[in-house]
């Protein structure tokens, strides 16, 4: 597949220890064959190693290999990899190629996905990062078979998402199909994945930037993107805090009288009947106002809330009364 591109032979190719483990010597062996000289970093697994230190580290690890800019970046990991390892390639000698390779549920349907990169800022998630598409995305659903249950679990979070914001027919699909979808059963997990990033591609293709309808896809992300924060990125998965930030954006979307009681209901009912959790943690209102203020939807001061009318629709609003937040 990297054949077909125009690239030099230097490859890094970056993962964290468990994965490189796992399938390390796989994908080396697989780009030597094809004429690379890959190279492995490793960078700590989870969301507390998202930061400009750990790209820095990355840099030096791209110029130890003598890399040009044809050399391509592989992603070989989750959400946090694929963000960190994008941003290092969109960075780097001004962006080299970028390959993505997601071996979580939530990488394969959400962040590969799009072009968004990012590293941490202490106050804040994802503050520091570019907008830049990788070449190739390859979401081999056998490398979800090693994935522990919470983090296939969270993964689903931003499935269920993409019913909410965009069709209602996939929606029903996962209440009729818990059992399989959640049991890993393969072709129920290829359908959720491939109509998941149908959804997305869709969404990003009309609006790459995130200056209009894109901005729909961080349905529940304002409020998780903040108990993420304030919880040090050790409390809760992201899909796990996106889990809990849906089921508030859809209370917040019944407060605003945009939706019936009942719609929210139905996305509390199927996040629980995913196991995901659904009560946020007890984070002062004032500590958690504030965290949001800083987050990077908002626009001339003024939080944006992707709120839901039905099953399959939703506004971006702006005019959020305080009490009702």
């Known amino acids: 597949m990297l054949r ?16 490189g483990d796992l399938y390390g010597n796989v994908i080396r062996t697989s780009l030597r064959s094809a004429g690379f000289e890959p190279e492995i970093a490793e960078v700590p697994d989870g969301e507390a190693y998202k930061t400009l230190e750990s790209a820095s580290k990355l840099y030096d690890a791209m ?8 050399s391509p970046v592989v992603a070989l990991g989750g959400g946090v ?16 190629p970028f390959i993505q390779a997601p071996t979580s549920l939530l990488a394969q349907v959400d962040a590969s996905v799009g072009g968004k990169v990012a590293v941490d800022h202490p106050r804040g998630k994802n503050l520091i990062g570019a907008f830049y598409q990788p070449d190739l995305v390859v979401a ?11 983090e296939y679990l969270a993964g689903i979070a931003e499935v269920i998402k993409y019913g909410v914001i965009g069709d209602p027919e996939f929606f029903q699909w996962l ?3 818990v059992k399989d979808v959640s049991g890993r059963e393969p072709s129920a997990m290829e359908h959720a994945i491939h109509r998941s ?28 993107h903040a108990i993420e924060t304030t919880t040090g990125y050790r409390s809760y998965l992201h899909g796990e805090a996106v889990a809990i930030g849906m089921v508030m954006a859809a209370d ?14 139905r996305i509390r009912q199927l996040i629980e009947a995913y196991r995901l959790p659904v009560a946020p943690p007890k984070i002062p209102t004032p500590v958690m106002l504030e965290t949001m203020a800083r987050d990077k939807k908002v626009i001339g001061g003024r939080m944006r809330f992707v709120l839901v009318k039905r099953i399959g629709e939703v506004s971006v609003e702006s005019d959020v009364p305080q009490r009702a937040l």
């Open 197 to 224: 990033c149908q959804l997305k591609a869709g969404i990003v293709t009309e609006d790459e930037r995130e200056m209009g309808n894109r901005a729909k896809l961080n349905f529940g992300h304002t409020f998780a």
């Open 81 to 96: 990899i694929g963000d960190l390892a994008g941003h290092a390639a969109a960075t780097f000698m001004r962006g080299v």
């Open 4 to 19: 077909q591109f125009n690239l030099t032979s230097r490859t890094l190719i970056i993962t964290n220890p468990g994965l």
């Open 175 to 177: 209440e009729e199909n």
């Open 252 to 265: 917040l979307s019944v407060r605003m009288d945009l939706c019936q009681p009942d719609t929210a209901d």
């Open 140 to 150: 081999d659903t056998d490398t979800l078979t090693s994935l522990p249950e919470r």
């Open 63 to 70: 110029l130890g290999h003598r890399m040009d800019r044809q």
